[in-house]
T-cell receptor, first 115, second 112 residues
Framework: DTGVSQNPRHKITKRGQNVTFRCDPI?????LYWYRQTLGQGPEFLTY????????KSRLLSDRFSAERPKGSFSTLEIQRTEQGDSAMYLC?????????????FGSGTRLTVV | QKEVEQNSGPLSVPEGAIASLNCTYS??????FFWYRQYSGKSPELIMF????GDKEDGRFTAQLNKASQYVSLLIRDSQPSDSATYLC????????????FGKGTHLIIQP
């Protein structure tokens, strides 16, 4: 098992374009989380899945953001009509069914730069 | 909205000394707390969690929780240069939610 894998590692896009990121969790983990982190801040929760079900979505999450986990394995995070304020590191994490109490394993992240 | 507050630092500690990192939280009902370590340019990794009052020790690390005063601390004994990183305090959002609320993190520098 190679841990949580995220692709791409870096993405530069023009304002107004759509972007999609992928996360492959640890195979036996059925919970998957997306966080966003900007410089000098801690990670900010976006959403999480248990298997294919999206159980929670942050109220701070714009309608331009959507996440899927269609078969309960990998997940995608799409941002439509990107804005400069979307520039951040997008972190994916996975855990066993016990969730946060079991501790997350984070991926290396996808760094998004909107120009 | 739960909040976790940390002094962003930097906190500079000489090698071999005890590094003390602190975190306060807003919700008196919060029960479970986590310390994550994040090296520059890397993703966070869990080093400790604590959910009951008192101390929890794991190797050179000791987490302390004081629910009456609403603070959590992390002590690192015999600090090493490899301990230089940002330390993030986090709590479970609660209300059935499984997300974590993180503080901004404290940047720790261990001086050789």
């Amino acid at each position: 098992d190679t841990g949580v894998s995220q692709n791409p590692r870096h993405k530069i896009t023009k304002r107004g374009q759509n972007v999609t990121f992928r996360c492959d969790p640890i195979s036996e983990h059925n919970r998957l989380y997306w966080y966003r982190q900007t410089l000098g801040q801690g990670p900010e929760f976006l959403t999480y899945f248990q298997n294919e079900a999206q159980l929670e979505k942050s109220r701070l999450l714009s309608d331009r953001f959507s996440a899927e986990r269609p078969k309960g394995s990998f997940s995608t995070l799409e941002i439509q009509r990107t804005e400069q304020g979307d520039s951040a590191m997008y972190l994916c994490a996975s855990s066993l069914a016990g969730g946060a109490l079991w501790g997350y394993t984070f991926g290396s992240g996808t760094r998004l730069t909107v120009v | 909205q739960k909040e976790v507050e940390q002094n962003s630092g930097p906190l500079s500690v000489p090698e071999g000394a005890i590094a003390s990192l602190n975190c306060t939280y807003s919700d008196r009902g919060s029960q479970s707390f986590f310390w994550y370590r994040q090296y520059s340019g890397k993703s966070p990794e869990l080093i400790m969690f604590i959910y009951s009052n008192g101390d929890k020790e794991d190797g050179r690390f000791t987490a302390q929780l004081n629910k009456a005063s609403q603070y959590v601390s992390l002590l690192i004994r015999d600090s090493q240069p490899s301990d230089s990183a940002t330390y993030l305090c986090a709590e479970i959002q609660g209300g059935g939610a499984d997300g974590l609320t993180f503080g901004k993190g404290t940047h720790l520098i261990i001086q050789p």
